[in-house]
């Protein structure tokens, strides 16, 4: 009987002692998993601290915005028209017929409160930083300075304004003329003593600072830049409605030319339906007012290399007064 109990006490020892290591294990294992979840929780506010974005600067905008109405947008501003025509590539009221257009396009453009009630930017700051952007070829850093916008709304308003301007005025340009475009093209060429010409037909290298290593030997022009090559027929009043981007820096204009879609309705027979009269002929095809590269076609009309008479030095001063018109818009896109 004593050794049957002796037994049974043996058994009960080692069933607690078996119990207690399972709960000594347990616990142990316990431990492990609390730590690693606290070195996992460490881990990602160490990652988290790291990927923080920057904290906003305080840029004074309203001061700023403020500031830029007094210099160009108010009467009596600080700066003359003249200087708003230099600084923006075009005047005043061209400028607030596209703001207008745009805001009403775009309600980002609009002035108003943030979700903190804080008053945003003007829509004269954001177009000032995307034409600025355009016209003169400028960062956003060097934007910044002047409209006190971050980089990233700065490439936005840049972006939803080329979106506006590309889907609000493409109807109206970068589109061959209709039939009473053709007429007032004419009448006003004809007013300058040019009867029958429709257009300035001229090409322009457009440098291209980061044209891919692999294509600068075709894209390079001779005077050893990065360019791209832009032929433009532009009117008077420098309305573009003929482009062409696509041609490599080291061709010359005869070669853009030969590319160039702007005589492809001539040769399918669709040329524009135009008569004048030049010394009692009439005559029935429009013509372009083009430098000496271009051929001798009828439909160019040439400067004179060498005028010797008094009517061939006044036909050649009225022809480059008038082809100076299409160089301003040329001018522009030089300064992008």
Known sequence: MSNLRRVLERQEQEEEEIRRRCAE???????????????VCMLNESRQHHRRRAPNVDRHRQYWGKNL????????????????RERYRMQPHLFQKIMH???NYDTYFVQKYDVVGVLGLLPDQKLTTALRMLAYGASAEQVDEIARMGKSTILECLMRFCDAVENLY??????????????????KAEARGFPGMIGSIDCMHCQWKNCPTAWQGDYENRKGQKSIILEAVASFD????????????????LNV???SPVFNDVLRGHSPQITYRINNTIYSSA???ADGIYP???TFVKIIPNPQSEKEKSFAVFQECYRKDVEKYFGILQAR
């Open 296 to 298: 001798r076609w009828t």
């Open 287 to 289: 013509y372009y007012l």
């Open 257 to 259: 030319l030969g590319q």
């Open 25 to 39: 294990e347990d616990r142990e294992a316990d431990e492990e998993e609390e730590e690693m979840v606290v070195a």
């Open 170 to 187: 493409k109807k109206e340009y970068l589109r061959k003329p209709m039939a009473k475009d053709l007429r007032r093209l004419v009448q």
């Open 238 to 253: 420098t309305w573009v409605w003929h482009a062409f981007f696509e041609a490599a820096g080291s061709q010359n204009d």
């Open 69 to 84: 109405l007094e210099d160009y947008f108010i009467p009596n501003s600080l700066y003359h028209v003249s200087y708003f």
């Open 101 to 103: 257009d745009i805001c």
